[in-house]
């Protein structure tokens, strides 16, 4: 379907150009093809103007939508009904010609929310090799609706960012307003001494992607202290960026026996700050320290009433559990004299069950009251100097869950349910004992797959990917580890992808934790990353099988439906991946990923690297709409 032809003679080539497509509802313009539209009553139309701008692709000789491109496509789906239905239109028009940079279209359904999509066909090509999405869009009847729209490859990657920006590792991202991303800090040297590497110069620099725009700016203000390893919730009702822990170096093995250590004396001392978006400045957050502990990775959780529940973030291992196993809360609200919220005295509320350096967290969904439920998963639970004759109870090992209570900023964490299915303690039934290799996960990925079980009852299901295993209780092997104060590493395992399906309690019944193993992980892995690329699957990519050894952990989809885990065969892109842990990525609202740093190697790299990737987005081929 031929709708604009990139072959004028002024048509600019290369590099970022701009080309306006007006999709106006215009006397005598070439007419869309309606699909799917209801019969039963007139359908009301609208039109739309897409303002494209061209990226390039990462990897080999660089290449723009605007010098391959012969035809756009426009797709618009409903998204009412909380799934996207079939494609409501399809728009076509002549080709373009004399320097004209405009079309004109007819016939697209008007209302919202609309997901609107944009392919681009190279000549004689039947699949899209350029894709641009904007969701939760409102087409006006008999109106013109004006989207800006970014181009990006199909299956593959496309740069994104300043030329000058530094690589970091660990560094933190999160999606603000109108889907813009903020990104934060993050380690830019790596030094060998001795028997360590240094993870040092921390970044104060910060950015903003708008993936709508494609452009890539620095924030106007620095942060107050730079950091790497911290955390940021983005809090809507204020316009702010609440940002948590981080620290100033790491050190690492060089002999690569052992993951990355922190230490509270190089941790941030500002233990928090906040991103004000609207004037672009970072402000300290008053009380420093006073009800904000030091902590590095740790976990946020988001509240109602713009509370937010810092977590985790111990150093591991750890044995002050009456610290680190207590939650921190922030309340966002302040007033006319305060230009940001703080952290709050909490006394003896929201403690964990145990202290959870390392844990993966997941949104489970709301309580019948509408307040917040969240399943926290793995991390550290013991110290280092383990009594190896008292395990944890099994419950305390592998997860918790935390329900908000009505009162605002209040809630408990729970630890009463059964752990069933594959990733329970095995048994050795001949012998009759335990096989004692209960064990925790530590840094999993947690993504949310939905509210219903393969049998489609109630459940809330997650999928759980890598972690270097921990072993909680291991009498025979209690002094053996790679290092005796990291007690009980152990290597990531391919064995450690599992569906989690949260059966919650009711008022007879203990709750259920069910694990079932996912086959096909082609590494165990950590520092990695997981993230949802539209409703039907999750996007593995990057980290490390080895605490020493390079990162060599490509890319692989889950796939939602099928529960099935595709290798990276299957994935043209995964051959062209720039091997990376460490790295941050996320979901952008047009349903790609952002990939952003990271390091080829933990023990002795140069993460300056000409080699690395510092900011690409990858697309996925099944996101292009039937």
Same mark, same amino acid.
């Given at each position: 379907?031929?709708?604009?032809?990139?072959?004028?003679?002024?048509?600019?080539?290369?590099?970022?150009?701009? @080309?306006?497509?007006? /999709? #106006?509802?215009? *006397?005598? %313009?070439?007419? !869309?093809?309606?699909?799917?539209?209801? &019969?039963? =009553?007139?359908?009301?139309?609208?039109?739309?103007?897409?303002?494209?701008?061209?990226?390039?692709?990462?990897?080999?000789?660089?290449?723009?939508?605007?010098?391959?491109?012969?035809?756009?496509?426009?797709?618009?789906?409903?998204?009412?009904?909380?799934? @996207?239905?079939?494609? /409501? #239109?399809?728009? *076509?028009? %002549?080709?373009? !010609?004399?320097?004209?940079?405009?079309? &004109?279209? =007819?016939?697209?359904?008007?209302?919202?929310?609309?997901?609107?999509?944009?392919?681009?066909?190279?000549?004689?090509?039947?699949?899209?090799?350029?894709?641009?999405?904007?969701?939760?869009?409102?087409?006006?009847?008999?109106?013109?609706?004006?989207?800006?729209?970014?181009?990006?490859?199909?299956?593959?990657?496309?740069?994104?960012?300043?030329?000058?920006?530094?690589?970091?590792?660990? =560094?933190?991202?999160?999606?603000?307003?109108?889907?813009?991303?903020?990104?934060?800090?993050?380690?830019?040297?790596?030094?060998?001494?001795?028997?360590?590497?240094?993870?040092?110069?921390?970044?104060?620099?910060?950015?903003i992607f708008d993936p709508n725009t494609g452009k890539f700016t620095a924030t106007k203000g620095?942060?107050?202290?730079?950091?790497?390893?911290?955390?940021?919730?983005?809090? =809507?009702?204020?316009?702010?960026?609440?940002?948590?822990?981080?620290?100033?170096?790491?050190?690492?093995?060089?002999?690569?026996?052992?993951?990355?250590?922190?230490?509270?004396?190089?941790?941030?001392?500002?233990?928090?700050?906040?991103?004000?978006?609207?004037?672009?400045?970072?402000?300290?957050?008053?009380?420093?320290?006073?009800?904000?502990?030091?902590?590095?990775?740790?976990?946020?959780?988001?509240?109602?009433?713009?509370?937010?529940?810092?977590?985790?973030?111990?150093?591991?291992?750890?044995?002050?559990?009456?610290?680190?196993?207590?939650?921190?809360?922030?309340?966002?609200?302040?007033?006319?004299?305060?230009?940001?919220?703080?952290?709050?005295?909490?006394?003896?509320?929201?403690?964990?069950?145990?202290?959870?350096?390392?844990?993966?967290?997941?949104?489970?969904?709301?309580?019948?009251?509408?307040?917040?439920?969240?399943?926290?998963?793995?991390?550290?639970?013991?110290?280092?100097?383990?009594?190896?004759?008292?395990?944890?109870?099994?419950?305390?090992?592998?997860?918790?869950?935390?329900?908000?209570?009505?009162?605002?900023?209040?809630?408990?964490?729970?630890?009463?349910?059964?752990?069933?299915?594959?990733?329970?303690?095995?048994?050795?039934?001949?012998?009759?004992?335990?096989?004692?290799?209960?064990?925790?996960?530590?840094?999993?990925?947690?993504?949310?797959?939905?509210?219903?079980?393969?049998?489609?009852?109630?459940?809330?299901?997650?999928?759980?990917?890598?972690?270097?295993?921990?072993?909680?209780?291991?009498?025979?092997?209690?002094?053996?580890?790679?290092?005796?104060?990291?007690?009980?590493?152990?290597?990531?395992?391919?064995?450690?992808?599992?569906?989690?399906?949260?059966?919650?309690?009711?008022?007879?019944?203990?709750?259920?934790?069910?694990?079932?193993?996912?086959?096909?992980?082609?590494?165990?892995?950590?520092?990695?990353?997981?993230?949802?690329?539209?409703?039907?699957?999750?996007?593995?990519?990057?980290?490390?099988?080895?605490?020493?050894?390079?990162?060599?952990?490509?890319?692989?989809?889950?796939?939602?439906?099928?529960?099935?885990?595709?290798?990276?065969?299957?994935?043209?892109?995964?051959?062209?991946?720039?091997?990376?842990?460490?790295?941050?990525?996320?979901?952008?609202?047009?349903?790609?990923?952002?990939?952003?740093?990271?390091?080829?190697?933990?023990?002795?790299?140069?993460?300056?690297?000409?080699?690395?990737?510092?900011?690409?987005?990858?697309?996925?081929?099944?996101?292009?709409?039937?």
């Amino acid at each position: 379907m031929r709708i604009v032809d990139f072959d004028s003679p002024t048509m600019a080539r290369g590099g970022r150009i701009w @080309l306006v497509v007006a /999709l #106006a509802s215009l *006397a005598g %313009a070439c007419q !869309g093809e309606a699909v799917d539209a209801p &019969s039963a =009553a007139p359908v009301e139309h609208g039109g739309l103007a897409a303002k494209l701008v061209a990226l390039d692709t990462c990897g080999g000789a660089a290449a723009d939508p605007f010098s391959q491109v012969k035809t756009l496509e426009l797709k618009v789906r409903d998204g009412s009904s909380g799934t @996207l239905k079939n494609v /409501l #239109a399809k728009a *076509a028009t %002549a080709a373009l !010609g004399g320097g004209k940079t405009s079309a &004109s279209f =007819a016939a697209i359904p008007a209302g919202s929310p609309r997901e609107v999509t944009v392919l681009g066909y190279a000549a004689g090509a039947s699949k899209p090799s350029w894709f641009g999405r904007r969701t939760g869009v409102n087409i006006k009847k008999n109106d013109t609706t004006t989207l800006d729209m970014a181009l990006m490859a199909v299956e593959g990657f496309t740069c994104v960012g300043a030329k000058n920006m530094p690589n970091a590792l660990f =560094a933190a991202t999160t999606v603000i307003d109108n889907g813009r991303v903020l990104i934060t800090g993050g380690f830019t040297n790596a030094s060998v001494d001795g028997s360590l590497v240094k993870l040092e110069s921390a970044s104060n620099r910060a950015y903003i992607f708008d993936p709508n725009t494609g452009k890539f700016t620095a924030t106007k203000g620095f942060l107050q202290e730079a950091r790497a390893g911290h955390a940021m919730i983005y809090l =809507a009702k204020p316009n702010q960026v609440l940002i948590v822990g981080g620290t100033k170096k790491m050190t690492v093995a060089s002999a690569g026996n052992a993951p990355p250590l922190w230490s509270p004396s190089d941790a941030a001392n500002l233990t928090y700050e906040i991103f004000d978006i609207a004037t672009g400045n970072f402000i300290a957050g008053p009380e420093q320290g006073a009800n904000c502990k030091k902590r590095v990775l740790p976990n946020l959780m988001a509240l109602t009433d713009d509370y937010v529940v810092a977590l985790g973030g111990a150093p591991w291992p750890h044995n002050d559990t009456d610290y680190y196993a207590k939650s921190d809360l922030y309340e966002a609200k302040h007033g006319p004299n305060e230009p940001t919220g703080r952290f709050k005295d909490v006394g003896n509320g929201l403690q964990l069950n145990a202290v959870r350096a390392g844990a993966a967290i997941a949104y489970v969904g709301p309580t019948p009251n509408g307040t917040s439920r969240y399943l926290v998963w793995g991390g550290n639970t013991v110290a280092s100097n383990v009594d190896c004759t008292s395990p944890l109870p099994t419950a305390l090992k592998h997860a918790e869950r935390f329900k908000e209570s009505t009162e605002p900023g209040t809630g408990e964490f729970f630890g009463d349910y059964v752990l069933e299915g594959d990733f329970a303690t095995p048994y050795d039934a001949k012998n009759a004992k335990s096989l004692n290799r209960d064990m925790a996960l530590f840094f999993p990925t947690l993504t949310p797959l939905g509210r219903k079980d393969e049998g489609g009852k109630e459940a809330y299901r997650f999928l759980s990917v890598g972690g270097a295993r921990h072993a909680t209780y291991h009498p025979q092997q209690c002094a053996a580890a790679w290092d005796n104060s990291i007690l009980g590493w152990q290597a990531p395992s391919l064995d450690d992808a599992y569906i989690l399906t949260l059966v919650e309690p009711t008022d007879t019944t203990q709750g259920r934790l069910l694990t079932k193993r996912v086959a096909g992980l082609g590494k165990g892995v950590f520092f990695h990353q997981a993230n949802l690329a539209g409703t039907g699957a999750v996007v593995l990519s990057g980290g490390f099988s080895t605490f020493g050894g390079d990162a060599d952990f490509s890319m692989q989809y889950f796939d939602i439906a099928s529960t099935k885990l595709l290798g990276s065969a299957q994935m043209e892109a995964a051959s062209k991946f720039v091997l990376r842990g460490g790295h941050s990525a996320l979901s952008l609202r047009n349903d790609c990923v952002l990939f952003y740093g990271g390091a080829g190697k933990l023990a002795g790299a140069s993460l300056n690297s000409t080699a690395m990737a510092t900011s690409d987005v990858y697309c996925p081929k099944f996101l292009v709409p039937n």
